[in-house]
């Protein structure tokens, strides 16, 4: 498999944000090229996030994840709504998972760091 790579960068600034999540996949399973996507939100809304995982779903090989980073409802708890995600994640493929609350108005935030290998 070759395993797609993702990235996500937030803009925190006088008390408001923007954001931009990108994929880097090989061609429907070829190497010989590189299929870049990104995806910019310049005024998200209160409440609201974006998930982008590796893959789809199971296979041989494993498919990329396609389209639009998907529309979740944000938790107000870190530790919840890290467990809710770290949850929801396919059980024999989840390796990490990274989650980061900011306090939009005063720049502060809170870390989760979840890895499969690690308890």
């Not at 925190?12 to 910019?40: H, Q, W």
């Not at 005024?43 to 998907?70: C, K, Q, V, W």
């Not at 979740?72 to 990490?96: F, G, H, Q, R």
């Amino acid at each position: 498999n070759y395993t797609p790579r993702i990235s996500g960068i937030m803009h925190v600034e006088n008390g408001k944000f923007s954001y931009a999540m990108s994929i880097l996949k090989s061609n429907n399973g070829n190497p010989d090229g590189c299929n870049r996507y990104t995806f910019a939100y310049e005024t998200p809304a209160a409440g609201e996030a974006r998930f982008i995982h590796t893959y789809m779903n199971d296979g041989n090989p494993l498919p990329s994840f396609e389209g639009e980073p998907e529309l979740v409802d944000v938790v107000d708890d870190i530790d919840e709504y890290t467990k809710l995600l770290w949850e929801s994640l396919n059980a024999d493929n989840k390796v990490s998972l990274f989650v980061r609350y900011i306090n939009i108005a005063d720049g502060t935030y809170e870390t989760r760091i979840v890895n499969k290998h690690q308890d």
